[in-house]
């Protein structure tokens, strides 16, 4: 096992809540990449600390983060646009893949009977692409940005995942890759690990996450 921080379970987990981005799927460095294409085209500057501020928000969220570092009007129906493009014409191309052990996780659940759901700050239209390109899409429940929920660090979109899946908050573990994720997770009363993916483990997340490992083939060990 390669835990960084936790390890052992401190409550049973009938059920797993996952993210999405930089956590099933290796997505964040190129929807990092197409948010910088698109803003190149629109004809802004935005440094990359700025976009990663982004990681694990929803659209509005992430609105409000680039008007508050751009001189000026934002259209953000236009970058969105921008964006989905640039990221179908990646896709497309080949240049996403799931992570390692993402299949063998949710194999390892659905042998044992453990339900499990998808919570993600991402749009639904992303999700569909993203799943189908990586062949992750068996997902029974998915909360999306889409939905009347505020964005993470908010615990709403985990929150609404249990309560489609019926599972007590109290008794599911959240995976998540990003620190406003391992906060929704915290702030919804769930076991959290977090498996950092651009953002690397800091002693600080602890405050948040109850456990911390390099991969998803980590997971297995915390619900036996």
């Known amino acids: 096992m390669s835990f960084l ?3 052992i379970p401190i409550r049973p987990v009938s059920a797993v809540l996952f993210d999405m981005d930089g956590l099933l799927i290796d997505s964040e460095k190129l929807a990092l990449e197409c948010d910088h ?5 629109m004809g802004i500057p935005m440094d990359y600390s700025v976009l990663l501020q982004t990681l694990g928000e929803t659209a509005d969220s992430s609105n409000r983060i680039f ?8 259209d953000a129906a236009h970058f969105w646009a921008l964006t989905r493009q640039f990221y179908a014409e990646k896709v497309r191309e080949g240049h996403l893949d799931a992570k390692p052990g993402a299949h063998e996780l949710l194999d390892d659940l659905a042998r044992r009977g453990i339900p499990f759901a998808l919570g ?5 239209q992303r999700i569909s692409v993203s799943l189908q390109a990586c062949g992750l899409d ?3 429940v998915i909360v999306c940005g889409d939905d009347p929920v505020r964005s993470k660090p908010n615990p709403d979109i985990f929150l609404l995942a249990a309560k489609r899946l019926g599972i007590r908050p109290q008794n599911c573990l959240v995976l998540e890759d990003s620190p406003s994720g391992i906060q929704a997770g915290f702030n919804g009363d769930m076991q959290v690990c977090m498996i950092p993916d ?7 997340f602890a405050r948040f996450a109850h456990h ?3 991969g998803l083939s980590d997971i297995p060990a915390l619900l036996s």
């Open 37 to 41: 294409c698109a803003f190149e085209a």
């Open 5 to 7: 921080h936790g390890g």
């Open 120 to 124: 993600s700050s991402s749009a639904m």
């Open 138 to 140: 068996r997902f029974p």
């Open 212 to 214: 911390a490992c390099t």
């Open 67 to 74: 008007a508050s570092h751009i001189d000026g009007p934002f």
């Open 198 to 204: 651009l953002i690397a483990w800091q002693k600080d």
